[in-house]
């Protein structure tokens, strides 16, 4: 029996009997909506679980129900990214299936179940390094409380007893896996009927060799950009042996748009939408190392609305929107909004004009993206309608004067 013990566990202030027992973080091809957790009720009481939290990378998701929302004792619900694309993929389930909103991260992160008062109930850490990245399988906690890589087990207990092991998952150069190099082993093995037999004259589990890389490096984690809004990339070397610091280290980017780029630092600006898989192959003294990163690209949904003395920027994405970079402008005067400028998931933000040096705009007020791609624009009223001789008005007797001069 294999179980990798580089998962790490963390049960937080655990208060309620609910835990996270299997992740797909990573499905085969474009993994988009098809993400999911199982959850299973190891208490002895039935429980509401949409008045539960999920967290994910820090962030609070609501949890919905499909169908009925009381996980009964033992028994097990699935919380999906998407749940048509999880009936899609998964369509024999019939059991508890609730939706939420969530992009579960390739390169791993935390994720934890907090109850109806607020209490963390469970909290884990996964890593690629366990395996599931693309394969078709899922990480899946065993009754003993270990995690494992294998084939799926929707809404029931983990039934492998050994993980579908990577080559890296030993130290000594050899794969855990008992599978050979012509593919007559195992994916996933499991014990009784289901052995698994070989041809070979030895008894010895036959290993697949590999190569063990002389250094590590990554590409940064997994990103949210905009169309038209440069990303910046940096090769970094996370383990090596003669490489310092990226000294003399040559980087050739695919940035996954049919873009080649070649730097240890380097910049680029997509221009549709879509998800990228970006991917960095790095050089150094004859020995090479590879990284990805995935980066999902939106287009900004920005609204304009001249207020007095100020503008109000309304983000209608559910995500939030960077817009560092971005311009500002009327017909005579541009102001570049400073890096790291962000506007909340469906919220808006309210800048003056002095802010922007723009004291008194002319013609109109436009938002373009650094490319120059004008996002939104509203023309400027007679605001001296609204501002001259306003000090004695009342707050009704002002907006009255902005509707009119609106309305010319």
């Known amino acids: 029996m294999l179980f990798v013990s580089m998962f790490m566990a963390?049960?937080?202030?655990?208060?309620?009997?609910?835990?996270?027992?299997?992740?797909?973080?990573?499905?085969?091809?474009?993994?988009?909506?098809?993400?999911?957790?199982?959850?299973?009720?190891?208490g002895l009481e039935a429980f509401d679980l949409s008045s539960w939290k999920f967290f994910e990378g820090g962030v609070n998701h609501k949890i919905t129900a499909i169908t009925d929302s009381i996980l009964t004792a033992g028994g097990?619900?699935?919380?999906?990214?998407?749940?048509?694309?999880?009936k899609a993929d998964n369509p024999?389930?019939?059991?508890?299936?609730?939706?939420?909103?969530?992009s579960l991260s390739n390169e791993g992160e935390t994720l934890s179940l907090v109850d109806e008062a607020g209490n963390q109930a469970d909290s884990i850490l996964y890593t690629p390094s366990l395996g599931a990245a693309g394969d078709g399988n899922t990480l899946q906690k065993t009754t003993t409380g270990e995690w494992l890589a294998a084939a799926s087990s929707i809404g029931s207990p983990t039934i492998a007893?050994?993980?579908?092991?990577?080559?890296a998952d030993t130290d000594d150069g050899t794969s855990n896996n008992p599978t050979d190099a012509s593919g007559d082993g195992a994916s996933g093995g499991t014990s009784g009927d289901d052995q698994v037999f070989s041809a070979h004259s030895s008894q010895e589990v036959a290993t697949i060799s590999y190569d063990k890389p002389q250094f590590e490096v990554t590409a940064g984690r997994p990103r949210i950009g905009f169309v038209g809004a440069p990303l910046t990339f940096e090769t970094k070397v996370l383990k090596s042996k003669d490489v310092a610091a990226g000294s003399g280290l040559r980087s050739v980017w695919s940035m996954g748009d049919g873009t080649l780029i070649v730097g240890q630092i380097i910049s680029h600006?997509?221009?549709?939408?879509?998800?990228?898989?970006?991917?960095?192959?790095?050089?150094?003294?004859?020995?090479?190392a590879v990284a990805k990163v995935k980066v999902r690209i939106v287009a900004p949904d920005l609204s304009l609305s001249i207020l007095p003395g100020r503008v109000m920027i309304r983000n209608g994405y559910r995500g939030e929107v960077n817009i560092g970079g971005f311009i500002f402008e009327d017909s005579q005067k541009r102001f570049i909004f400073p890096q790291d400028t962000i506007i909340a998931p469906l919220s808006s933000i309210e800048i003056s004009f002095g802010a922007t040096r723009i004291d008194e705009p002319r013609d109109f007020l436009r938002i373009a993206d650094p490319a120059g791609k004008i996002l939104s624009q509203v023309p400027v009223p007679n605001l001296s309608i609204v501002t001259s001789s306003t000090q004695d008005l009342t707050i009704e007797e002002v907006t009255a004067r902005l509707i009119r001069a609106l309305s010319h």
Do not use: C
Request: glycine letters at 10%; proline letters at 5%.
């Open 10 to 42: 963390i049960p937080i202030g655990v208060s309620a009997a609910a835990a996270i027992t299997e992740i797909m973080y990573d499905a085969p091809g474009t993994d988009s909506g098809r993400e999911w957790v199982e959850v299973q009720n190891n």
């Open 76 to 86: 097990f619900a699935i919380i999906a990214d998407n749940t048509d694309k999880f």
């Open 92 to 102: 024999g389930f019939s059991g508890l299936l609730f939706d939420s909103a969530f």
């Open 161 to 167: 007893t050994e993980s579908v092991a990577s080559p």
């Open 269 to 288: 600006a997509y221009d549709y939408p879509g998800e990228y898989i970006v991917v960095t192959n790095a050089d150094y003294g004859g020995s090479h």
